[in-house]
Each structure stands twice: as C-alpha cells, then as structure tokens.
C-alpha cells in the first residue's frame, strides 16, 4: 500500500549559514554601525539585540532575507515580544519550529478527512503524519491540498513509498 510522512523539518546547518550571512552583513552596512546589532543562534533559538525598535525591525528584515535566500520558509520562525535590555537598547527571541506539534497533527489529519479521499487514511506518528492510500493518484492529490492549505508550519513530505 503506497505511503508518504508528512514532517516539519528546519536544516539547521542553512540556519546557521543565514545566520553567519546576516552578522556580515550587520557588521559592514553603514546603517547598523554604532548601533550595536547583533543576531545569535543558540540551539533552535535567535536572539536579536539592536539599539532602538526600528533598526530592531531592520535587523529582522536582514534575517529573513537570508532565510529566504537559503531557501528555509519563514513559517519555521516564531517571534516573541520585543523586551527592553540594559542601556536603553531591545531585543527579541526568535524561536525555530521543527516538528508537527499535536494541534497541527490534528488540523492535518482533518484537512485530509475533509478531502473525502476512498481508501486514504492518516495517523499521527510522533512529530510526524503518515499518510496511506490505495492509489498513488489519491496521496498526490493529498500532497496538493497540503500544499495548498496554512498550517502554520513548513510542511515537507518524505518516504513515499509504492
């Protein structure tokens, strides 16, 4: 019986490349100089500092540019609240999702009952969704509505098999 996993992965080593990119470019632009902002991955966490709000903003923009560059979906970023830290500058937690959490398991496996697909079923398996039909045709169909709809969370589709 033909299956795929439906998994939500980050590489980490493209994180840790946009996240090198974005200190070089933060350390040569004109506009960050004196500013004292910084990007630092530690774990699946980002910690951005700058001196004000808006070239916090900037310094998000920065971030997200790589990450797009290097191909890594800005759906894996959670942003928290912008905090004030010590001498009057900001920071912000980023924090990177991986994994299907247990809500997003659910609205994934409904999102495929809601297909109304003959013979495909769905079971959560840890961090990730199996998915198994009758017909090839059947999971294809369900990898396109997948696509199609907003979890939250990059989504990737993995050991299909026949």
Same mark, same amino acid.
């Given at each position: 019986?033909?299956?795929?996993? /439906?998994?939500?992965?980050?590489?980490?080593?493209?994180?840790?490349? @946009?996240?090198?990119?974005?200190?070089?470019?933060?350390?040569? #632009?004109? &506009?960050?100089?004196?500013?004292?902002?910084?990007?630092?991955?530690?774990?699946?966490? $980002?910690?951005?500092?700058?001196?004000?709000?808006?070239?916090?903003?900037? /310094?998000?923009? /920065?971030?997200?540019?790589?990450?797009?560059?290097?191909?890594?979906? $800005? =759906?894996?970023?959670?942003?928290?609240?912008?905090? &004030?830290?010590?001498?009057? *500058?900001?920071?912000?937690?980023?924090?990177?999702?991986?994994?299907?959490?247990?809500?997003? @398991?659910? =609205?994934?496996?409904?999102?495929?009952? &809601?297909?109304?697909?003959?013979?495909?079923?769905?079971? *959560?398996?840890?961090?990730?969704? #199996?998915?198994?039909?009758?017909?090839?045709?059947?999971?294809? @169909?369900?990898?396109?509505?997948?696509?199609?709809?907003?979890?939250?969370?990059?989504?990737?589709?993995?050991?299909? #098999?026949?």
């Amino acid at each position: 019986m033909p299956s795929f996993d /439906v998994v939500s992965e980050v590489d980490m080593q493209e994180v840790r490349n @946009a996240v090198d990119q974005a200190q070089r470019e933060l350390a040569t #632009r004109f &506009d960050f100089k004196d500013t004292g902002s910084t990007v630092e991955l530690s774990g699946k966490e $980002l910690q951005l500092h700058s001196s004000t709000e808006d070239r916090l903003k900037a /310094v998000v923009q /920065v971030v997200e540019e790589k990450f797009v560059r290097r191909q890594i979906s $800005l =759906k894996a970023l959670d942003y928290g609240k912008v905090e &004030d830290a010590a001498k009057g *500058t900001v920071r912000q937690t980023v924090t990177l999702q991986a994994g299907i959490s247990s809500d997003n @398991a659910k =609205k994934i496996n409904k999102a495929i009952k &809601d297909l109304g697909l003959k013979g495909v079923s769905s079971q *959560t398996q840890g961090e990730q969704v #199996r998915v198994t039909g009758k017909k090839r045709d059947d999971l294809q @169909a369900v990898i396109a509505a997948l696509k199609g709809g907003d979890f939250g969370i990059p989504l990737q589709f993995q050991n299909f #098999r026949d």
